[in-house]
């Protein structure tokens, strides 16, 4: 018996732990709608730069590709960086 109290012990405090993770995971990922237009919203509205928010208008557009137009436009210093 004396050996109990450590495992319980650990028993309880390792089931708090579970709980306190698996409570705290509140993470939505956004849609690809909203995506691409709050990184829309980051590129800047000169000409040059246009061609990356018509991308990103397209209906195809899913989460990987709307990460590559926003890489382009960020090597291209199309990205606002007063944001």
Do not use: R
Not at 29 to 48: F, G, H, P, R, Y
């Amino acid at each position: 018996m004396k050996n109990s109290t450590p495992v319980l012990f650990n028993f309880v405090v390792i089931s708090i732990a579970v709980f306190l993770l698996s409570a705290c995971h509140h993470y939505h990922a956004l849609d690809s709608a909203k995506k691409a237009k709050m990184v829309s919203e980051l590129i800047t509205s000169s000409d040059e730069c246009a061609v990356y928010k018509k991308q990103l208008t397209s209906s195809t557009m899913d989460d990987d590709s709307i990460d590559d137009v926003y890489q382009k436009a960020m090597s291209a210093g199309c990205v606002k960086k007063d944001i």
